[in-house]
């Protein structure tokens, strides 16, 4: 084999390993994230109180539109056609000691033929809005993802949550 070759070979193993490296880290964020919207003592999914066993999500991941901030969007749809849901804007930041997510805004939505509405408007105005219901459309275009809440309930080491109502 020449070298040029295996370079080549090199190079390719090394693109693969980093995609499935970077899908793992986006995995394992969505869960860290999804654990915070269950565990955080808002309990932002009403879900401590009841027999629910588990949830449908989406999510996206957005590092370019505000610049130096890192946000995971999370979305819970409500029943199984994913009509309805609740979307959730969390800023997160990757520590040594672990994730820090931040929980800093949340709306319910439905979507019809003619588009995606907030039942209840989310804080921030339009950026966010505009924000919110990008992440909406782009989750909804994914698989989603079912998740048992007794896993998510349960400890995630290196894994620190926090929201805007806790800082109130």
């Not at 309805?84 to 019809?112: E, H, I, P």
């Not at 992440?135 to 349960?154: F, M, P, R, V």
Request: some cysteine.
């Amino acid at each position: 084999m020449t070298m040029f070759k295996i370079a080549k070979l090199l190079l390719l193993m090394a693109c693969i390993d980093y995609a499935a490296y970077a899908q793992d880290s986006s995995a394992k964020l969505f869960r860290d994230a999804s654990h915070c919207l269950v565990t955080e003592r808002q309990d932002w999914l009403a879900v401590q109180k009841t027999d629910t066993k588990s949830l449908e999500f989406g999510y996206v991941i957005d590092t370019k539109s505000d610049p130096g901030v890192k946000h995971i969007y999370v979305v819970v749809y409500t029943n199984p056609d994913r009509s309805k849901g609740r979307v959730f804007d969390l800023r997160y930041q990757q520590r040594a000691s672990g994730t820090l997510l931040d929980v800093q805004n949340n709306a319910s939505f439905v979507r019809s033929v003619k588009g995606i509405a907030f039942v209840d408007p989310p804080l921030g105005g339009t950026w966010t809005q505009t924000h919110l219901l990008s992440a909406i459309k782009q989750a909804g275009h994914e698989a989603s993802i079912t998740l048992n809440l007794l896993d998510l309930t349960a400890q995630f080491p290196g894994v620190s949550c926090k929201s805007y109502v806790g800082d109130k």
